[in-house]
């Protein structure tokens, strides 16, 4: 069964730098496209990243110029790093992918995934 893993993420001061990572589990026919998330209590998950299966990468209004998102083919992880951190970023971040595996007697399955879901907290 295929799932995304995500890694990192804790506690950071304003100004500091953070990596997440999210690492797809399990075997896979191709990858459309990989994500980042976030979300903070009672609001809808917000947009951080957007990464194209070409490469080309979307990013969120709040974090251009301080993510950036970033995927090694070869293991199928993404990263994102994270700097000049700021209060506002703090949150639940989630990774996503929409990729296709092959299922023994179903043949080829389109999936949505989500991570986990990894705390970042932004404080002094």
């Known amino acids: 069964q295929v799932q995304l893993v995500q890694s990192g993420g804790g506690l950071e001061q304003p100004g500091g730098s953070l990596r997440l990572s999210c690492a797809v589990s399990g075997t896979i026919h191709s990858i459309y496209s990989m994500g980042w998330y976030r979300q903070t209590p009672g609001n809808q998950r917000e947009l951080v990243a957007h990464m194209l299966s070409g490469g080309r990468t979307s990013y969120g209004d709040s974090v251009k110029d301080r993510f950036t998102a970033s995927r090694v083919n070869a293991n199928n992880t993404l990263f994102l790093e994270m700097s000049d951190l700021k209060p506002e970023d703090t949150a639940v971040y989630y990774c996503?992918?929409?990729?296709?595996?092959?299922?023994?007697?179903?043949?080829?399955?389109?999936?949505?995934?989500w991570g986990q879901g990894t705390q970042v907290t932004v404080s002094s």
């Open positions: 996503n992918a929409d990729l296709t595996e092959m299922v023994p007697s179903q043949g080829l399955q389109q999936r949505f995934l």
